[in-house]
Structure formats: structure tokens, C-alpha cells
């Protein structure tokens, strides 16, 4: 940002706390204030690169705001304004010219991390002490005009402020290599402190935080998907430095500090700052939505534009949760922990901002007598749920009538039609997932189509991998075709050597067969072998099948970007046998417009072979859509389209 437009909008900061100072009878503050903006607008000016000059102003109306609120004393508003406008006025006086952050150190490889932790240590210590030796000649020199404006107490509060104001960070820098934070944490009851690290921190959750800041500094472009990401990001942050205080601290003391679901507010005034900046980055109606699958369960926000807050990364459920699931006797400990995470993300926003609860689970999904049941075939592997009421219990849980579950093909088909999907307003689509299953998800005319269940061949559509069936011949070949599933049955009837598509492509079945393969000397030579672990990067692997399986997935992929012709082979060879899957799924339903576009979403089908090129394409899309004999397949790069299919109230 043009550093004249950041004067103007610092300003508007100055008149907005001169308002703040008149309603709480604190106006023989303005003068200061305007004096010691007027005396640090130089230093800002210099360090404008690094952080904008409204930053600074930006931390002292937060910092007004919290104090107003939290019933500041008179000494309190004096120190804790001056601290908040001046807190970084050095950066751009200390020599480094940039603010090293943890993101920034956390991208770097492991050789050269050590040098640049003890730069950020060095850089963050130095913009600190300068800037408390600025501020404090300032003050004193306001003083000399001025003694009643500031006493020499006042002074050496303000500068300890700023001498310490930062050393959050460097307590993170700490962790980072190897050493204790605990003398680095600011005590609980210190209150101007806490309240002036919590007008700092607010910034990074403010439009102007993340827009003229985060992405001004990375040259991104400020689209609503780099927003999002970026403000999940800072939260992210936050909510590390919360940890910094629990790895820290006996329990019974970080107890003490108070911190607000999960976040570095303490104050109510704070949290609420909180609550309303991050509510500035959504459009319409909010729903706080969850993906649910076999082994990761995430959590965000949408509006209605499809824009999506992750306010959680994926995390496997079973740990976070405490349960093993696979016990049907877990399924309401599992259902609780979603609706947690629920009520968690929701106090993110101010009351009554987010709209409705949504699960976008693995299904099938049926409704019976009025309930909608998850798996009302019985339990299948991954999950506890066995014809159990997930809607109900929800809406019991969380108390809100306001609760939408759908299957999780349904929700990556939703969610590709949405404004940042790969086929955004489209109106026909089927999302193929290939993750730890595989599933379809349909949109036929805008709407969700789950198949028909009184049609064999419909019934549980969106179970595609237990309806296609792999059928081996005696030559070594092998054909697809697609079988139907009673109503009261799970999967379609198979005999002998035949599979269902499941068993073949799902990650737990594909990942270990071609780790199988590899250690076949009949298939594959001693030193095509090792020429493959070469091209993974793993060369001192040896001959351990399960560690074998466990770096097969990124491992084909990278074999395969150095040339690797077995790596290569692999990637056609599954492309092949998924085209004919396909190809089957697509004469079964001829003329159905839901099969024109096809996108490969889940971890196996947006990674497997991402970025190995064929003769024109993708090579693992240019393998399936050579026998499909059109382009129908394409991969999805939306990575939260399972969250974003919410931002449809019509659902």
C-alpha cells in the first residue's frame, strides 16, 4: 500500500480514538496522543516496508477499545495508549529491513533454520530495545514541556512495555530450537500486557491485517480464497502461541491466564474485537460446517459466496477423540466431538452469526421412519456408526434445529459447483472420490441426485466402488461391470477372485498392492528395484514391505517426476484400469449429462501422479481419458470443496 494512503487511514485511527477517549472521560489524552503520533510518524514512516504506518494506530484503537470496556484506570489509558501507538515504531530503524516470521522460518530446510532462528531472536530483541530508548526520549522530551502529562514512572512503564512487548515471538523462536519459553511469558495478571498483545494480535484477523500487510508482503493477489487462507493461517498462529503457555506452564497456572476457546484472547473486550473482525470477511449467512471421513475430521466456516475459513486443520479423529472407531458404543462419543468442534467454531463469530450446523460424512445415508441413518446397511470399517440417527443427535447435542448432514460425495459435487470449485454455476457433475473408499457424488440439474433406491442399479449410488465390480480372466487380463445392490444390501455380489473398485483403487488396497508389486522378483528386478527407491528418495529402505507402503503414495509420484519409466508404468497402469471402470459407469448410464464432467477428488485422485506429465496431459487423466475416448476427467484443485458445498442454503 502507498504509504501516504496508510498516513490517511492512520488518521482516521486518531480521530476514531479521540472519540473513544471523549466518551470515557479521558480527553486530556487526545493532545498526547496527536503529539506522539506526530513525533513517531517519521520512524513509522521508515518501517512502512516492514509494517504499515496504520498498523500502529490500528494496535492503539483496538488497544482503546479493550481498555475502555475492561474499566482501565487513568494511569492505565496514559501507559497503555502510548505503548500500543509506539510498540513498533523501530522496525525500520534496527538495520534488518524485513520482520522474520515462524511461517517464514518454518519453509526454509532443516541446514539453514539455526541461522535464521537466532536473526529473528536477534531482530526481534533489537526493534524492541530501540524502540523503548525511541519512546522514551519522546516522552521525556513531552515531559520537559509538559510535567504533568507524564511521570518518570510513567515513562519506565511505557518502555518496559515495549522492551517486552514481542517476547511471545521470541519465546516461539525458542521452541524452535530447543529451548525453553517459560522466561519469556508474561505474568497472568499483568493486565495492561495482556491487553496490548491482544490489540496486537487483532490485527492479523482484520481485513487491513491481512490484506495490506500478509499479502501486500507475499504478493499475493487479495482474492477472497487468499483472504481465507491467510486469516486461517494467523489463527493458526494464535492458537500455537496458546500452546507455547500449555507446553510451558503447570497446568493449574496456564488454568490462570484464561484464554477464550482456544484462542490468545483473555479479555472479554478482546475476544469480542476478535469475534467482529473475523465476521468482516463473510458475506451473508455463515454456516459452520465439518468433514467427517475415515480417518481426518475438519471444520470451517462458509458464506454464502463459497468462501470458506478453515477453522481447524484435518485431524485424525480417533486421537482427538480418545476412541478406537470401531465400536458402534463409540458412535455418540464420535458425534460429541463433532458437535464440540461445532460449537467451537461457532463462538468464533459474534452470537447469532453463524446460521446452521453441516456434516458432509461417509455414507450410505438413508431416511427410515422419519430419521436419516448413517450406515443403515450396518458398520462398515473406519467408522462406529451403524444405523445411527446422525441428524437427531446433532440437533440434540448442539440445541439447534438448524442441522444438515450429507454424504461426502454429495458435498465435493456441491462444493465443485461452487464459485471457487473446478466447474463453478455448472449444473451437471460427478465428483469420483478415491481416498480410504470410493464413492460418487451427483449433481444432476443443480441438484443433488442420490440415485433411486428402488432401482437395483440406482440404489446407493454414491457407493460407485462397491457397484462396479473388477472381474479377472484367466489370461491375466481383466473387464469391469457394473452390478446392483439390493435394498437390504451393502455392496453388489461378487464370487471367486472378483473385487469390488473399492478393493482395488481405495488408498488401503492400491498403496500396498503396488508396494507388493515392487517387492515381486518375478515382476520386477533387484535393480529396477532399487532404482525405483533411488528415484523415491528413500534408498536406504531395504526390503520392509509395511515401511514400503508407507512412502508409496508421494514415492510413485516423485519416481515418476525424475523419469522413472516402472514409476511411470504404474501411473498409466492404474489410469487404465480407472478409465475402464469408468468407461463401464458411463454405458450403464448412457445419455446422463452427469457423466460429462467428472472430477477425481480425495487424497489418492487429486495426488497420484500429480504433475507427471504424458504426451499431452496429466498422465494419469491422459491414461483414463484415452480409454474413455474423451476428455470427461479432470482432478480437483479445490481443496475445501467438502465445506464449501454449504454455502448453498437451497441444500
Known amino acids: 500500500m502507498d504509504v501516504q494512503r496508510s498516513i490517511e487511514l492512520a488518521r482516521e485511527d486518531i480521530t476514531a480514538i479521540s472519540e473513544i477517549l471523549v466518551a470515557a472521560q479521558q480527553s ?48 492505565e489509558w496514559k501507559r497503555g495508549l502510548a505503548a500500543a501507538l509506539a510498540h513498533d515504531a523501530a522496525l525500520g530503524l534496527t538495520g534488518e529491513g524485513r520482520k522474520i516470521r515462524k511461517a517464514d522460518i518454518d519453509r526454509l530446510p532443516a541446514d539453514r533454520r539455526p541461522t535464521e532462528i537466532e ?12 524502540g523503548s530508548t525511541l519512546v522514551r526520549n519522546v516522552l521525556t522530551a513531552f515531559k520537559a514541556m509538559y510535567p504533568e502529562a507524564f511521570t518518570t514512572a510513567d515513562i519506565d512503564e511505557i518502555a518496559f512495555l515495549i522492551a517486552n512487548h514481542d517476547n511471545l515471538s521470541i519465546a516461539e523462536y525458542e521452541m524452535l530450537r530447543g529451548g525453553s519459553a517459560a522466561r519469556w511469558l508474561p505474568e497472568s495478571g499483568y493486565r495492561l500486557m495482556k491487553w496490548l498483545r491482544e490489540a496486537d494480535r487483532a490485527w492479523m484477523v482484520t481485513v487491513p491485517g491481512v490484506v495490506d500487510a500478509d499479502l501486500a508482503r507475499d504478493g499475493l493477489a487479495d482474492t477472497p480464497v487468499n483472504r481465507m487462507r491467510r486469516l486461517a493461517s494467523n489463527i493458526r498462529r494464535h492458537h500455537e502461541e496458546v500452546e507455547l503457555y500449555r507446553r510451558n506452564l503447570p497446568e493449574s497456572v496456564f488454568q490462570q491466564f484464561g484464554f477464550r476457546n482456544g484462542t490468545l484472547y483473555r479479555s472479554q473486550a478482546g475476544y469480542e474485537i476478535f469475534q467482529r473482525s473475523i465476521s468482516e470477511f463473510f458475506v451473508g449467512r455463515v454456516s459452520v460446517a465439518v468433514s467427517l471421513g475415515g480417518t481426518k475430521v475438519q471444520v470451517g466456516l462458509v458464506d454464502e459466496t463459497g468462501s470458506v475459513l478453515e477453522a481447524t486443520p484435518a485431524t485424525d479423529w480417533r486421537a482427538a477423540f480418545g476412541i478406537t472407531g470401531e465400536d458402534p458404543a463409540e458412535s455418540d462419543t464420535l458425534t460429541a ?18 446460521g446452521r450446523y453441516c456434516l458432509a460424512t461417509k455414507g450410505p445415508l438413508e431416511y427410515r421412519d422419519g430419521l436419516l441413518l448413517l450406515r443403515p446397511e450396518g458398520r462398515m470399517p473406519n467408522m462406529p456408526f451403524d444405523k445411527y440417527p446422525i441428524d ?36 451437471d457433475l460427478s465428483a469420483f472420490i478415491i481416498g480410504t473408499g470410493v464413492g460418487l457424488g451427483v449433481i444432476s440439474g443443480g441438484l443433488v441426485y442420490d440415485g433411486n433406491p428402488s432401482d437395483p442399479y440406482e440404489n446407493k449410488l454414491g457407493s460407485i466402488g462397491r457397484h462396479l465390480v473388477y472381474c479377472p480372466d484367466d489370461g491375466g487380463g481383466f473387464h469391469y461391470e457394473y452390478r446392483p445392490i439390493g ?7 461378487i464370487a471367486g477372485k472378483e473385487k469390488h473398485l473399492s478393493t ?26 532399487f532404482g525405483v ?87 494419469f487423466l491422459e491414461s483414463i481419458n484415452e480409454v474413455l475416448g474423451r476428455q470427461r476427467v479432470r482432478r480437483s484443485r479445490y481443496l475445501d470443496r467438502e465445506l464449501a458445498a454449504f454455502s448453498r442454503w437451497s441444500i
Open 504 to 529: 482395488r483403487m481405495a488408498g488401503k488396497y492400491l498403496f500396498p498392492r503396488l508396494a507388493g508389486l515392487l517387492l515381486n522378483r518375478k515382476c520386477v528386478s533387484h535393480a529396477t528395484y
Open 487 to 493: 435394498p437390504r444390501s451393502s455392496q453388489a455380489e
Open 119 to 130: 536473526a529473528a531472536i536477534q531482530s526481534r530483541g533489537a526493534h524492541m530495545i530501540v
Open 392 to 427: 437427531q443427535k446433532l440437533r440434540e447435542m448442539l440445541g439447534s434445529p438448524d442441522v444438515i448432514v450429507l454424504h461426502d460425495g454429495a458435498a465435493a459435487a456441491l462444493g465443485e459447483i461452487s464459485r471457487w470449485g473446478t466447474f463453478p454455476d455448472s449444473v
Open 337 to 354: 466431538g463433532v458437535a464440540a468442534l461445532m460449537r467451537r467454531a461457532a463462538a468464533l463469530l459474534p452470537p447469532g452469526r453463524a
Open 28 to 75: 486530556a489524552l487526545i493532545e498526547v496522543i496527536e503529539y506522539l503520533f506526530a513525533q513517531l510518524l517519521p520512524s513509522l514512516v521508515q518501517s512502512h516496508k516492514i509494517s504499515p504506518v496504520h498498523h500502529a494506530t490500528s494496535v492503539a484503537r483496538r488497544m482503546a477499545e479493550i481498555m475502555q470496556r475492561e474499566g482501565a484506570t487513568p494511569e
Open 533 to 619: 527407491l533411488r528415484d523415491m528418495g528413500v534408498e536406504d529402505l531395504g526390503e520392509d514391505q509395511a515401511k514400503l507402503e508407507s512412502v508409496i503414495p508421494p514415492g510413485i509420484t516423485a519416481a515418476a517426476l525424475r523419469g522413472n519409466e516402472w514409476a511411470r508404468a504404474q501411473i498409466v497402469e492404474v489410469g487404465q484400469e480407472l478409465g475402464a471402470a469408468l468407461a463401464v459407469l458411463v454405458r450403464q448410464f448412457p445419455g446422463r449429462a452427469f457423466l460429462d464432467r467428472v472430477v477425481l477428488v480425495s487424497t489418492v485422485a487429486e495426488k497420484f501422479g500429480l504433475g507427471v506429465r504424458g504426451a499431452t496431459d496429466d498422465l
